[in-house]
């Protein structure tokens, strides 16, 4: 399994994985407040690809899930009542994070999310910012075992869906150890703020 920065091959597979995903809703399957030909839709992967913030997950190279990464807050993150005080520069944000449902249970979108914590750490953020609908429970469930806490609810119409109830997350790496090793030396990178670029000790750079 590995994490990387989406090619302009990998889309129609990421729109594949937003269409399954608008199946399972409409049949019942899952609850997650997305809308079909609204949110999430190819135009969503191609502004992202062209932003160079999309990142998917292969397994076997095969395309299992995929996700937004960047400093982008959305417009609404200004009426939530955040916890932790940071500057712009400080954020990373999380966004349209999507597993295909056929591959679900197998750990993907937990791993996305310490995927995204380290790639956060990387880039010298402490502060963790995403968001969700309230209507999605399984993602507040997961979100909140990984250490993320609820600062409140925004209503409004978000991605063009209207009467939402955006739940906003957030987590202060600063208050956590850093417990990362080097994948090519082991050697431990705790207590270096921000997490450098390449090993301080084997000074072989890490991939982004």
Not at 43 to 54: G, H, I, V, W, Y
Not at 182 to 189: D, N, R, T, V
Request: proline residues 3%.
């Amino acid at each position: 399994m590995e994490i990387l920065k989406a090619k302009e091959t990998d889309i129609d597979d990421i729109e594949r994985i937003y269409e399954h995903i608008h199946d399972e809703e409409e049949n019942g399957r899952a609850v997650i407040g997305w809308i079909r030909n609204v949110y999430p839709v190819r135009r969503t992967a191609e502004d992202a690809l062209s932003r160079n913030d999309l990142f998917v997950m292969k397994e076997k190279n095969e395309v299992v899930a995929a996700a937004i990464i960047n400093q982008i807050q959305v417009e609404e993150y200004k009426y939530a009542r955040w916890r932790v005080e940071a500057e712009d520069s400080e954020v990373m944000v999380l966004h349209c994070l999507a597993v295909e449902p056929s591959k679900k249970n197998k750990g993907y979108g937990k791993k996305f999310v310490a995927f995204y914590e380290d790639y956060a750490r990387r880039c010298g953020c402490s502060s963790l910012r995403m968001d969700t609908n309230a209507r999605n429970t399984r993602a507040r469930k997961l979100y909140q075992k990984l250490g993320y806490e609820e600062t409140g609810i925004v209503k409004c119409t978000f991605n063009g869906i209207p009467d939402i109830q955006l739940v906003c997350l957030e987590k202060d790496l600063d208050a956590e150890e850093v417990k990362m090793k080097c994948p090519y030396c082991g050697c431990s990178l705790v207590g270096y703020r921000p997490i450098p670029k390449e090993c301080p000790k084997c000074h072989k750079k890490f991939e982004e």
